[in-house]
């Protein structure tokens, strides 16, 4: 079974560029999540999806980060313009969704540094 | 927000010795999940708890719940080397969400 995959690995701007992340998630899994994690510190939720609508993107700052999910399947986090609080890992989770599979996969994650 | 807190922070002990660590939560769960992250990969699932359950087994690890204090443990039994990583416990809201939120962790080290 493929994992979720998440590219780039690394990517590092200076501050005030745009920069986009991709994932896609494990196939049939309904809800994908974004998550950023600090070093030091635990993966705090951005947002999360369920299929291709938005459950929760309470602590995401909407003034600078946008996410979509395509077709309810590949997801795209974009964040424009970038902050030197930014920097962080990206992390992107899927699973089926449901009560009794509520367990996340997670991808290897996208290290972000802005300058 | 984070729901949960892991104590201790950093957690160093000799191989084969046993770790504990604890985590507190604040709000009502539906489950309670462990996860270990070695240094720059994601998250691995290691164990879920639900909040009608109070212990449970897998392998090496034992993990208790007790829903009155609001607080679970992860024991891992006869540490190896490979054991070295952060492990983070994750809460589950009592609602159809299915929102994870996850705690700072605990950094252990298991010296060979």
């Known amino acids: 079974e493929a994992g979720v995959a998440q590219s780039p690995r690394y990517k590092i701007i200076e501050k005030r560029q745009s920069v986009a992340f991709w994932c896609n998630p494990i196939s049939g899994h309904a809800t994908l999540y974004w998550y950023q994690q600090i070093l030091g510190q635990g993966p705090k939720l951005l947002i999360q999806f369920q299929n291709n609508g938005v459950v929760d993107d309470s602590q995401l700052p909407k003034d600078r980060f946008s996410a979509e999910r395509l077709k309810g399947v590949d997801s795209t986090l974009k964040i424009q313009p970038a902050k030197l609080e930014d920097s962080a890992v990206y992390l992107c989770?899927?699973?089926?969704?449901?009560?009794?599979?509520?367990?996340?996969?997670f991808g290897s994650g996208t290290q972000l540094s802005v300058l | 927000s984070q729901q949960g807190e892991e104590d201790p922070q950093a957690l160093s002990i000799q191989e084969g010795e046993n770790a504990t660590m604890n985590c507190s939560y604040k709000?009502?769960?539906?489950?309670l999940q462990w996860y270990r992250q070695n240094s720059g990969r994601g998250l691995v699932h290691l164990i879920l708890?639900?909040?009608?359950?109070r212990e449970k087994h897998s392998g090496r690890l034992r993990v208790t719940l007790d829903t009155s204090k609001k607080s679970s443990s992860l024991l891992i039994t006869a540490s190896r080397a490979a054991d070295t990583a952060s492990y983070f416990c994750a809460t589950s809201r009592m609602d159809s969400s299915y929102k994870l939120i996850f705690g700072s962790g605990t950094r252990l080290l298991v010296r060979p």
């Open positions: 708890i639900r909040s009608n359950e």
């Open positions: 989770a899927s699973s089926l969704g449901d009560r009794d599979n509520e367990k996340l996969f």
């Open positions: 709000t009502s769960i539906n489950n």
